[in-house]
């Protein structure tokens, strides 16, 4: 999964340039626009308005030539990690029990329909264009009311960075969910394919994990009842988690998780989400003691740190200021 998921990340780079591609335009062509000042009634605004209905035009082209570059992006993406995600866990599955598994080719219709199905409410494209259209329709507005008021090309320029940047966000976001659900629907046609009855969801063992796959963890599911969303991954928006085929015996036993640090660590596979937060980070959550108020100088009011600041941190911030008050400060002249 960390392998598909940084696969995602490079992706969602791809589908992000074709959207910066359009915001560069926007931003050049509304700063000619908005150098015109004048108001309402003047040849300036009327010539504002004319140049602003052509950047609305141009600008829809433009987002429509975005989205196709974005969904025939992410469509190949999907198409080629889904067959990785199929060969790979028949691969798994035979370096476990020792012996090569028959097992038939994955069938490109399947593909599709793994990529096309509407497991949220919406297939990918659809939310894709969702996205698009959303993010369209608000510069709309945004770029009208400043050619309307006069607004200066710096505040412009920020509310359409605002809306690029959460377009970016949103397209990356969806990407990363897309590919957990679309690898774990290719683990689960190999567990049907080897006649595998069960699996076990496997959440990640850090302190980003979601309160949905942190009680889902460890438990065993049948691989005819599977659902994405309800006791298969994806769960949610940039889920990370995954399954592994479950047996009465043979099953690993270690698995891989994080500590208080984020490093990784290895720890029993029959271990879960509860059991390793109450072991590696709840020691050192209640070892946390409460920061105690300082005592003020006299004739100076105390300064109470803000929550969750440690003493180390408010030292190094009052050195960092160059704020010293131990130092006599000369007299200047009025």
Sequence with gaps: MDKYTASAFDEARVIGRAYREVKQYVTSEMAKILRNIGGEGTLAYEYRMKRLNALLINAE?????AYGISLNSAT???KSIIPEAYYHTIFDVAQGIGEQPAFAMINPRLVNKIINEDWSGKNYSKRIWANTDKVAEELREVLTEAAVTGESIYKTSKKVAQKFDTLSYNAERLIRTETTYATNQAEQLAYKE???EEYEFVATLDTRTSPECQKLDGKIFKV??????????AMHPNCRSTTIPHFEDGNPSIRTARDKDGKPIKVPASMKY??????????YEKAKKPLTQPTPVKGKPAEVPAPGVTPAEIELSKAQSGDYSDEKIPKRKK
């Design 274 to 283: 509860d059991e390793w937060y109450k072991k590696y980070i709840e020691p």
């Design 194 to 196: 080897l006649d595998i």
């Design 224 to 233: 005819k009842d599977a659902q994405a969303g309800k006791n298969l991954p």
């Design 61 to 65: 082209q433009q987002f429509k030539e």
């Design 76 to 78: 190949e993406f999907l």
